[in-house]
Structures are given as C-alpha cells and as structure tokens.
C-alpha cells in the first residue's frame, strides 16, 4: 500500500478538468509537426500538467490515451501490435522512473507554488525524455541499429521542452485560479500557435523542395546518359518524399513498359501485363495528363495495375511532360495512409519535366556523338572512336598486363587507280562493299572501323599476333576472290562493270609488340607499309621488332 501511494498519492481528481485535458493530448498528438526530418509531438505540455495536478497515476493514463492518433497512423503497419506494446511499455517506465526521481527530491502533487512547480517540472520533463531516449537507444543497439545517443532528434525532443513546460506551469496556476475555462484560454492559444507553425513548417517544407529541385535539374545538366538521368531522379525523389516504392512506366509502340522500379529501397525487374495496366489508372493519366493523389487502398484498388500490391495505401502518380505530350509515368506508393501531400505532387511533377528535359538531351547527345563517331558512308566506326577505345583498353591493359590484345591495319591496294578510273562514286561502292565483307569476320568482342580513306581497323582482344594473322590472311583470301560490282561515272554508257582488289593488311599485339596501345597502332600500321605495301601488296605482315 505504501509503494501504491508513493506513485499515486492521496489527491482529487476534478474529472471535468481531466477529461478537457485528456481531450487536449488527444488532439495535440493527432497534429505533429516536422523540423527537417524530426516529428514533433508536443503533447507534454498537457501529460505533464496532470502530473504536477494529480500525480502519475492521471499523467500515465492521459500518455497511453494520447497514443491513440499514432496507433491510428501506424494501423496498416504488419508490426502494429509489438510496436503498441513497445511504445505504451516505453512510456509507462519513463513515467514511473520519472514520478519516483521527483517523489524522492520532495515534490509534492497539488502543489502550485511556482518554484516548486518550476524545479520539479524540469526534473520531471527532463528525466521522462532521457529515460525514453534511452530505452530507444538500447533498443536499436540490441538490434544491431548502431547511432548516437543524442542525435539530431533528441536535441529537437529536448528544445520542445521550452516550449511544453511554461504552457504547462501556466495551466497549472490558471487551473487552480479559474478552473475549466483556463484550459480554454490557454489551449485553444496553444493549438493556435500550433497549427500556425505547422502551416509555416509546410511552407518551409515546400520551399525546400522547390530549392532541392533546383539543384536536381542543376545536377541532371551534368549527366549525359540516360541511365545516369533515371538513376539520379529516383535517387533524388526517394530523398525528397518517404515512399516505400517508386516505378517509371512508358508506353512504347502502343505497350506499357515498366522502366524501373524500386521497392522497399531495392531495385526490382518487375514485367507487367500490358492490358492490366490498360484498363488501370495509370493509362487514364496518359490520357488525361492530369496528376493525382489516393489516401489509401480503397480509393484505387477497383482501377489498380496488377504489379500493385494492396499492402500499399498511399499512390501518387504524376505525368512526365515533354512538348506538351505526355512520355511516360512517375508512381510513388506507401504502405501508410494519406502519405503525400498536394504540394509534394507538384514538386514530383517539376521534377519530372526536368527529368525528361534532360532525358531528351541525352537522347540528342547520344545521337550527335554517335554521329560524330561513325563513318556515313560505310556505318563502320571512325578514327575518334578507334582512339578512344584505344584509351579505355590502355587502362585494361594496364590492369591486366598478362592479357592479349591484336590490331589489324588493312589497306586496300591501289584504290587511287579505282577513283581515277571509274570515278568517285564507283570508289564508294568498292568502300561500302569492301565494309559488308569485314564485318562478316568480326570476332565477338571486336570493333571495326574505317580510320580513313582507304584505311580499316579491326581492333581485337584476347588473341595473340599469329592467331590475329591468320584472321587477316582469311580476310585477305576473301577479298582477292570477290569480285566488286561498280557502275563507272566516267564513261559515256555508265556502265556497270565487275573488278577485283586486294588488300595489304598489317598485324601487331600487346604484349608481343609493346604495352602501349598507341604503340600498337603504330606498329600495325608499320607492319603494313614495310611488310606488305613494299614487299609487293595482297599480303598480310606481322610487326617485327
């Protein structure tokens, strides 16, 4: 009996005060604010004006009803109930430990001196937070979650004791003096103040997103693939708005496609049934490029894609536009209700018009670096491209020096005498068709190219000099028995005529030859002019040192 009311002393309890109080916590749980990305409840400053009214006993039950807003918020999660008996767990001990530390120090409940209340109020607030802060702490550490004690969030949990603890103090003398009606003359100013800096918090939210895209449609400048484009969108909305999956759906000659997706922070290959998505909500967004928001599972299961699963409540799915057409969908899903705010859509909506602005000038990018690679006459690669790949395969080399790598250097013979013969035109055949037959003895792995005029390359890795040489003598073989069909631009018929060339072909290595790629071009191209070219053409000539 002794120990039951050393927690709970002898004092009344008024039950009207009680339950406008009760109501109060209820209230102030169910409307949270965030300051970067720390929830803040203040709640105390009504659980702890029951305490310094009535003792533990009224502060503890006031906590474990207040929960009911976070047990509501939390109803979809599968770990609902251990969480329940967790939290409630949590703060039973906090206030017991909390009330017993005070009792012992000499508070007494009832009690409206403003010095005593001030003290043990502190004491009281302050112990409940680090008792709280420190079972969390020894929860994670249990469960292998390693972080600091006092972390961005606790220093937010313990600021809000400034706040809590004057209101708190306050209401405690007013109710003594007035009654009911303080709690309504300072409650209904509190929530004021609330709901104002939750409004401001918003706002500051929005503008932080807006100044967060900013920078997002900065960095995509910087990007000139389309992979690091998706990648770094989905990066940059995951760290914007929480969301438990996020997918990327186009429409690519009249069939969905899921481009990406990532669920659960992993990325999934996920291949949806084309008419389910069809008959979903996601093709009503193509159509009607119109973004939208459901609260919770109800709102769209009747019109949901199949990939979609009913363990998620919230969807936001937002168009991304391009030259006032829509190409393609952005989804974010989360498993708690009402999840995404109107604003975040338009954010997300910013996002994606950035995304497929850069999306579209990696596209033209490609093109023009492709274009500036290639040879238009033949298709074939050209020199810049040879030089790069000789620079990429440098650094292979280099961290591999046990590996081969061969270059052919071939030169068709004589080619002047087709152009000054039969013309211009009929030198581009014989090129184009000269092209169809090297690339019929590309290897696997291998790049052809044309690096000028009458000059092909093939660049070949993991074969030696003499298997590289016998590669050339089949190509040289080929070329001498086949015959080229050209139409001559310098006669009076322009008659169509058949002629045969020959090709000189000059072979070098790495590490045979040298262990530098640029030596290995070198040596290739010496290999053809001393070897092939001067000791009489239709040869192939392997580089000797």
Not at 455 to 468: G, R, Y
Request: aromatic share 12%; with cysteine.
């Amino acid at each position: 009996m002794g120990t039951l009311y050393f927690f709970f002393p002898s004092q009344s309890i008024d039950l009207e005060i009680f339950s406008y109080l009760l109501i109060f916590a209820i209230i102030t749980t169910a409307i949270p604010f965030q300051v970067g990305e720390t929830t803040i409840v203040l709640s105390q400053w009504v659980t702890l004006t029951a305490f310094l009214l009535y003792g533990v006993g009224a502060e503890m039950i006031i906590v474990q009803l207040s929960l009911i807003p976070i047990i509501y918020q939390m109803r979809n999660r599968p770990d609902l109930i251990t969480r329940i008996l967790f939290i409630s767990w949590m703060f039973v001990a906090s206030s017991f430990i909390a009330a017993g530390v005070v009792h012992l120090l000499g508070f007494e409940v009832g009690n409206s001196d403003l010095r005593h209340l001030l003290i043990y109020g502190s004491i009281f607030a302050l112990i409940h937070m680090f008792v709280n802060h420190l079972i969390l702490y020894l929860r994670d550490r249990l469960i292998g979650i390693k972080g600091k004690f006092f972390s961005e969030d606790s220093k937010w949990d313990y600021s809000s004791i400034l706040i809590t603890l004057p209101f708190s103090i306050t209401l405690v003398i007013m109710i003594n003096e007035l009654g009911v009606p303080a709690i309504f003359l300072l409650g209904v100013p509190f929530f004021v103040i609330t709901f104002v800096v939750k409004m401001y918090n918003i706002s500051e939210r929005v503008n932080y997103s807006l100044s967060k895209a900013s920078e997002f449609g900065h960095e995509l400048a910087d990007r000139l693939s389309a992979q690091q484009i998706m990648d770094l969108f989905i990066h940059r909305v995951s760290q914007l708005f929480p969301h438990d999956a996020i997918y990327i759906v186009d429409n690519i000659n009249g069939k969905y496609v899921i481009l990406r997706a990532r669920i659960d922070k992993q990325d999934k290959e996920i291949h949806a049934d084309s008419d389910s998505i069809q008959h979903s909500f996601i093709n009503e967004c193509f159509q009607s490029e119109e973004k939208s928001v459901y609260g919770n599972t109800k709102e769209w299961m009747d019109q949901a894609p199949d990939f979609l699963t009913y363990d998620m409540n919230s969807v936001m799915i937002v168009p991304i536009h391009r030259n006032q057409r829509t190409e393609g969908v952005v989804i974010l899903t989360a498993r708690k209700k009402n999840a995404f705010e109107k604003y975040q859509m338009d954010i997300v909506h910013l996002l994606s018009t950035y995304f497929a602005v850069s999306l579209e000038k990696a596209k033209y990018i490609s093109a023009a670096v492709e274009r500036s690679e290639t040879c238009a006459l033949t298709g074939l690669y050209n020199y810049r491209y040879v030089d790069k790949m000789l620079a990429v395969e440098q650094d292979r080399i280099v961290a591999n020096p046990h590996l081969h790598f061969s270059l052919l250097m071939m030169d068709i013979d004589h080619f002047k005498r087709i152009n000054d013969t039969y013309g211009h035109h009929a030198g581009n055949i014989v090129l184009k068709e000269f092209a169809k037959i090297l690339e019929s003895f590309v290897p696997e792995g291998a790049i052809l190219a044309r690096y000028g005029g009458e000059e092909f390359v093939m660049l070949i890795p993991h074969i030696n000099k003499s298997e590289a040489a016998e590669l050339g003598e089949q190509i040289r073989q080929k070329i001498e028995i086949t015959p080229f069909l050209i139409e001559s631009d310098l006669s009076e018929t322009h008659q169509e005529e058949r002629i045969n060339i020959t090709v000189s072909i000059g072979v070098s290595n790495v590490p045979e030859d040298t262990d530098e790629m640029i030596g290995l071009l070198r040596n290739a191209d010496r290999a053809l002019y001393i070897g092939a070219k001067q000791a009489g053409r239709n040869k192939v000539a392997k580089y000797v040192k």
